[in-house]
C-alpha cells in the first residue's frame, strides 16, 4: 500500500514537472528580436543567453557580439548589457504584466546571421531544485514533495490572479 501511495506521488510530481526547454532563433546583423513574458508581481525570474558559436574550432568572432536589454511593461529596467556574446539575468518582478528581452545584433557588413540560445524561467520553475538538495541534504522522496509543493501553491495563486484580471 505505501509503495502504492509513493509510486502515485512520484507520477503526479513527474507529470506536473515540466520538461526544460529553451528557446533557440535566428537574429540578422542590424535587427532586432523581443521575447515578452507575463510576469506577476513578487514571482522571481531568471534567463540565460548566449550566441551559438559557428564553427566550433575556432573561437567566437567579435562580430558574434548582442545588445540585450530586459524592461517591464512600465519602463523599468531589469537587465541591460552591450556588445555580450553570452550573459545571464535574475530579478523578483516589482510589478505585474508583460517582461520584455530584447536583443540587438550590430549591423555589419556583409550582413551576417547570429543563432541565439535563450531560457526564461519565472515562478516555480524559476527555482534551481538541484540546489535546495545539495544545501539541504534532503532525501529524493522529501526534494520531490517540495516541488509538488511549491507547484501547487504556484498554481493557487495564478487562480488567484487570474480572478483579479
Not at 509513493?6 to 526544460?20: H, K, M, N, R
Not at 530586459?70 to 537587465?79: D, K, L, P
Not at 552591450?82 to 550582413?111: I, L, N, V
Not at 529524493?140 to 514533495?145: D, G, N, T
Request: include cysteine; hydrophobic fraction near 35%; charged fraction near 25%.
Amino acid at each position: 500500500m505505501i509503495r502504492r501511495s509513493v509510486l502515485i506521488v512520484v507520477l503526479v510530481v513527474g507529470i506536473l514537472s515540466p520538461a526544460s526547454q529553451s528557446l533557440r532563433f535566428e537574429l540578422q546583423s542590424g535587427h532586432t528580436k523581443c521575447i515578452a513574458e507575463d510576469i506577476k508581481s513578487n514571482s522571481m525570474s531568471v534567463g540565460k543567453y548566449h550566441v551559438v558559436n559557428p564553427n566550433e574550432d575556432y573561437p567566437l568572432p567579435d562580430s558574434h557580439k548582442l545588445t540585450v536589454r530586459v524592461t517591464s511593461s512600465h519602463g523599468n529596467s531589469y537587465h541591460s548589457s552591450e556588445k555580450m556574446e553570452k550573459g545571464q539575468f535574475a530579478f523578483t518582478a516589482a510589478e505585474e504584466g508583460d517582461y520584455m528581452a530584447c536583443f540587438w545584433a550590430p549591423d555589419h557588413s556583409p550582413p551576417i546571421t547570429l543563432t541565439v540560445d535563450f531560457d526564461w524561467r519565472t515562478g516555480v520553475h524559476a527555482k534551481d531544485w538541484s540546489n535546495v538538495a545539495k544545501k539541504g541534504q534532503v532525501d529524493a522522496m522529501e526534494l520531490e514533495l517540495k516541488k509538488l509543493f511549491d507547484t501547487v501553491t504556484f498554481i493557487h495563486e495564478e487562480m488567484f490572479y487570474l480572478r483579479e484580471r
